[in-house]
């Protein structure tokens, strides 16, 4: 008599799709409270919803931002404190989108684990719901995979996708010109750029996560973790008030890459790096990984996670806007003939 072998079920190979709906119930009203108009339906479905026309647009152009969290996941997932990359996700992309003049409108995160640990996905994504709400943005969907053999030890990945949307022809960049001022808004740390170099420079260093950060109070996974500033709501109050021609999200490729990108051919920028005093956390970096100024200036954000280019007459006032949004503003410099971005002064 032949014995008859049983067959394997999906949770066995090692995919918990129990665990995949209660993780959707769970997250549900951290997703509700980021809700805004236009938005039209729950998590749950094949496809997510958004109503243009409820959003207030009459002839809208949308744009579109990717972006992850780079190896600054790592340690998050080696400290356990998690929920706070969820942040950085948000800003990564919808900071990107203002610098088009686009308001954020939703986003949708892709979250990809070995295996599905509830407490860790259900931190991650209120994080991302968190990010959402402080943007005005509504997290409306998303996808959750479980790829046993992929991913270990805990270890996740994220990437994430906003849609923003502005009236026909209110884009940015428009009419950056010779004598705008630049205004630099301070970033909030390292934001989401760099990690593998810092990461270097801490082992090299001999230090922990857990080791007392020699810049900052608290140890230096907390301090690191430090989320990503989120520019969205001050940013388009200036915009809609007038005067801002563009703006420059700060990310990899530092000053020196990201605001040549929204100059027109024939302008560069001249920036005073006297201007502002570089935070400790970069000091610290730069002398332990014995970086230049330039290469400073290309890896990091150096402390300046957003600048927006303004028209000299409304400079003041604009820089009394960001400060009335809880900003802190430092005038950088001027648009001037040339390519590029030019530097005086020092920060080393």
């Not at 996740?156 to 022809?169: I, Q, T, Y």
């Not at 420079?201 to 922990?208: N, P, T, Y």
């Not at 000299?312 to 400060?323: E, G, I, K, M, V």
Request: charged share 20%; with cysteine.
């Amino acid at each position: 008599m032949t014995s008859k072998k049983s067959g394997l079920t999906y949770a066995e190979a090692g995919v918990d799709i129990d665990a995949g709906n209660e993780l959707v119930e769970r997250i549900k009203p951290a997703a509700k409270r980021s809700a805004r108009p236009g938005t039209m339906a729950g998590l749950g479905g094949f496809g997510a919803l958004f109503d243009l026309k409820a959003a207030g647009y009459a002839d809208p152009v949308l744009v579109a931002a990717t972006d992850g969290v780079g190896t600054k996941l790592r340690i998050a997932i080696d400290t356990g404190h998690v929920g706070q990359v969820g942040i950085d996700l948000v800003a990564m992309c919808v900071n990107d989108l203002v610098c088009q003049g686009a308001e954020p409108l939703f986003f949708l995160d892709y979250f990809a684990t070995g295996k599905l640990e509830l407490d860790q996905a259900a931190a991650v994504i209120e994080g991302i719901a968190e990010g959402c709400t402080a943007s005005g943005c509504a997290l409306i969907g998303g996808e959750t995979a479980e790829m046993p053999g992929m991913y270990h030890g805990g270890d996740f990945d994220l990437a994430g996708f906003a849609v923003g949307a502005m009236e026909r022809g209110h884009d940015l960049p428009a009419g950056v010109e010779e004598g705008d001022v630049l205004l630099g808004l301070a970033s909030s740390g390292v934001h989401s750029n760099g990690f593998s170099l810092v990461r270097k420079v801490i082992e090299r260093a001999g230090l922990s996560w857990e080791s007392p950060a020699p810049f900052a109070q608290g140890s230096l996974g907390e301090v690191l973790l430090t989320p990503t500033r989120l520019y969205v709501k001050s940013a388009l109050g200036a915009f809609r008030a007038g005067g801002v021609h563009a703006l420059a999200h700060i990310t990899g490729g530092g000053l020196t890459e990201n605001l040549p990108r929204v100059l027109p051919e024939g302008l560069g920028a001249e920036i005073d790096l006297d201007s502002w005093d570089l935070p400790p956390v970069f000091r610290w970096l730069a002398e332990g990984a014995q970086l230049d100024e330039a290469e400073l200036l290309k890896t990091f954000n150096a402390g300046i996670g957003m600048v927006a280019v303004v028209a000299a007459d409304r400079a003041d006032t604009l820089a009394a806007h960001f400060q009335a949004e809880g900003e802190q503003v430092v005038r950088l410099g001027k648009i001037v003939k040339g390519e590029g971005v030019r530097y005086s002064g020092a920060l080393l």
